[in-house]
Structures are given as structure tokens and as C-alpha cells.
């Protein structure tokens, strides 16, 4: 089987790294959103993190999934573990559910959105 770490980061296609402050192209739409990091005034700064989107039903809201490895040093082994993190989705996005994202810290825009989808990677 190999090692448990290695083909499970290759699985989840080494999700949930931290990198710096992301700067991907702007998207070919245009928004009126204020809340856009593109269009608007809301800055990025923090975490970056990659994500699947299991819930776009919300008004300019989505749910990503973040699958990532938890070392329990009982066991000398890693388990999976997940996440889900709410993030605005800006309308010249429009991330839909199944999608893969990128998403990144921003200011708080409501109680559980700190988040906000700045790429999308393509379909899972």
C-alpha cells in the first residue's frame, strides 16, 4: 500500500496547505457586489486554503469542504478529517456545488463568513 500520508495527500491533492495571500486573474464577468475581492473593497489577507464546494444554495454564500490529516501519535498513523467552511461566493464567480475552489481569509462579512472563494479549479 505504501505510506498512508503520501497516498492520501496525493488523494485529497495536498488540500488545505497555507500559502501566501493568493493573486489569481480576474474573472471575465463583472459584479456590483462590495463584497467581491475583485470588483469591490474587500481585501485578502491570512489563510488560502483549496476546498470542494458541497453547498452553493445560499444568496452569494457557499460551503467548502476541506479535507485534510490529523498525526494521532497514539497509533503513529493519520486519520482523515474534515471541514466546512462558509465563504462568500461572489455572483462573477458563481462557484457551484461539486466544483473545486480556492478560498481566502478576509475580514468577517457576516457571523460565519470569514472566507471568500477567489478561484475555481475546475470539477471533482
Given at each position: 500500500?505504501g505510506?498512508?500520508?503520501?497516498?492520501?495527500?496525493?488523494?485529497?491533492?495536498?488540500a488545505?496547505?497555507?500559502?501566501s495571500?493568493?493573486?489569481?486573474?480576474?474573472?471575465?464577468?463583472?459584479?456590483?457586489?462590495?463584497?467581491?475581492?475583485?470588483?469591490g473593497?474587500?481585501?485578502?489577507?491570512?489563510?488560502?486554503?483549496?476546498?470542494?464546494?458541497?453547498?452553493?444554495?445560499?444568496?452569494?454564500?457557499?460551503?467548502?469542504?476541506?479535507?485534510?490529516?490529523?498525526y494521532?501519535?497514539?497509533?503513529?498513523?493519520?486519520?482523515?478529517?474534515?471541514?466546512?467552511?462558509?465563504?462568500?461566493?461572489?455572483?462573477?464567480?458563481?462557484?457551484?456545488?461539486?466544483e473545486?475552489?480556492?478560498?481566502?481569509?478576509?475580514?468577517?462579512?457576516?457571523?460565519t463568513?470569514?472566507?471568500?472563494?477567489?478561484?475555481?479549479?475546475g470539477?471533482?
Amino acid at each position: 500500500m505504501g505510506n498512508l500520508k503520501t497516498a492520501l495527500k496525493s488523494e485529497f491533492g495536498g488540500a488545505g496547505r497555507t500559502m501566501s495571500p493568493p493573486s489569481p486573474k480576474r474573472p471575465k464577468k463583472s459584479c456590483d457586489d462590495p463584497n467581491c475581492p475583485f470588483h469591490g473593497s474587500l481585501s485578502v489577507r491570512g489563510r488560502s486554503l483549496d476546498g470542494l464546494v458541497v453547498s452553493a444554495e445560499m444568496d452569494k454564500t457557499a460551503i467548502i469542504r476541506r479535507d485534510y490529516l490529523h498525526y494521532v501519535p497514539k497509533y503513529k498513523r493519520y486519520e482523515r478529517r474534515k471541514s466546512h467552511i462558509p465563504a462568500h461566493n461572489p455572483p462573477c464567480l458563481n462557484a457551484k456545488e461539486g466544483e473545486q475552489v480556492k478560498i481566502a481569509e478576509c475580514r468577517p462579512i457576516s457571523k460565519t463568513v470569514a472566507f471568500v472563494v477567489v478561484a475555481i479549479r475546475g470539477d471533482q
